[in-house]
């Protein structure tokens, strides 16, 4: 449990989001892209004609209005995040693992600086705090960055955790203490049997009145054998992790923007993860991101050796309009849905597990839940 996607994210817990992640609009970053040269994002060249129509839509739903319009339906499940993780790691133990230190985010072109005018009225008008910093109130908060970059945004009410992992176990560990059970076994297996749901384990079949699918970027495999198509598709992302040089320090997550890698600090060392690559989720690694990010990273922090060698790779799972699907599956009787948290799934878990919860338990959820309803997808 634990040991897929949510291992080896970058461990923010990004209360604090604003717009989700959008198609690029800059026609340089997206020539970048294409030639294979961005630092953000890669692609396999094959998986091209498969993953075309996501591309799409995921190009419609980053139109600036619609972002707009995304940030405000997203927003009521984003602010609950850093809250539910708190109250739930002070009941399981896990409080050791947060760090309310907020994140960084720096800003090497004036361009990729000025573009944040919008994000900043909008994160006022929710009132989010933020601190636009020059090089120098940057290195007050991270002394060990070198000032490549002219600008950085510190985002104070973001917290992050030290290992992802233990944060996933401890979360168990609490469940099983209050009677929870976990079973071993394919979740593919699941299917009707008379009016419930039966599913194999390797202690024989389960049958229940109604079933949560929390699959990450497994679940179409099975909601698709169910006959409920939805477009979740994937962007991978890998992480490797270093000593830091001599005294140098790391606080707090940052977010090398226009590069496109994060550096964390984890308990297993500085965790860098990279940006996304269009990939089959089965599809064989390619790293080749980190040729093109290395130089970035050693120029802004002093990275040492490799800790691990080892590189990991997990897969995002995502819809075109970046937001989760909570709630019944249409036409499914008795099941629910906890899918596609896509670049924010560690932020948004245990928001989502409550809000789920109390649809389940017939209860008021704690926000509107009509944004996140599969619907939206089979009109
Ligand atoms: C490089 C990278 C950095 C990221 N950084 C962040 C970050 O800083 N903050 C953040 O909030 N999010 C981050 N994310 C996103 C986040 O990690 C994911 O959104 C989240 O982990 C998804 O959780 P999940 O439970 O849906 O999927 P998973 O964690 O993948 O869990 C799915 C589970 O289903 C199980 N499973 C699959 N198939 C079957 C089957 N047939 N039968 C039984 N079980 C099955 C798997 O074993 C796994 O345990 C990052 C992701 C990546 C790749």
């Known amino acids: 449990m634990g040991e897929q996607t949510s291992y080896g994210n970058a461990g923010v817990i990004e209360g604090n989001t604003v717009f989700p992640p959008a198609f690029p609009s800059d026609p340089g970053a997206l020539a970048r892209i294409a030639l ?26 980053s139109r600036p209005q619609l972002l707009v319009e995304n940030a405000r339906l997203i927003r009521p499940l984003f602010a609950r995040a850093v809250a539910e993780h708190e109250a739930l790691m002070a009941e399981s133990g896990a409080a050791h693992y947060l760090r309310k230190t907020g994140w960084l985010k720096v800003y090497r072109s004036e361009r990729s600086f000025a573009a944040l005018k919008p994000e900043f009225e909008l994160a006022a008008q929710f009132g989010l705090p933020l601190q636009a910093l020059d090089t120098a109130g940057a290195q007050a908060l991270e002394p060990s960055l070198n000032p490549v970059f002219a600008h950085a945004v510190y985002w104070p009410e973001a917290a992050s955790v030290s290992n992802p992992l233990g944060v996933t176990r401890a979360y168990a560990a609490r469940f099983s ?78 977010l090398d923007t226009g590069a496109g890698y994060l550096i964390t600090p984890m308990q297993q060392g500085i965790r860098m993860t990279t940006g996304v690559e269009f990939a089959a989720r089965d599809a064989a690694p390619s790293p080749v991101q980190f040729e093109r990010i290395m130089p970035k990273v050693r120029e802004l922090f002093p990275l040492g050796e490799r800790v691990d060698d080892q590189t990991w790779l997990g897969s995002r799972p995502c819809l075109p309009d970046s937001r989760p699907v909570i709630g019944r599956a249409p036409g499914l009787a008795g099941l629910w849905l906890a899918i596609g948290h896509a670049h924010w799934g560690l932020t948004l878990g245990p928001a989502t597990g409550r809000m789920i919860a109390e649809m389940m338990m017939g209860e008021a959820p704690f926000c509107d839940p009509a944004p996140y309803r599969a619907e939206r997808f089979l009109k």
């Open 36 to 61: 294979k040269r961005a630092s953000e994002a890669n692609y396999h060249l094959s998986f091209l004609p498969q993953i075309a129509p996501w591309l799409l839509a995921f190009r419609a739903a």
């Open 177 to 254: 203490a209050l009677g929870g059970v976990t079973l071993t076994g394919d979740a593919r297996s699941l299917h009707r049997s008379g009016q419930r749901w039966r599913v194999e384990t390797n202690e024989g079949g389960i049958d229940a009145a109604e079933v949560v699918v929390a699959l990450g970027p497994w679940a179409g495999d099975l909601l698709s054998s169910l006959g409920l198509k939805l477009p979740l598709m994937v962007k991978r992302g890998y992480h490797r992790h270093f000593h830091a040089q001599g005294n140098a320090v790391l606080a707090r997550p940052v």
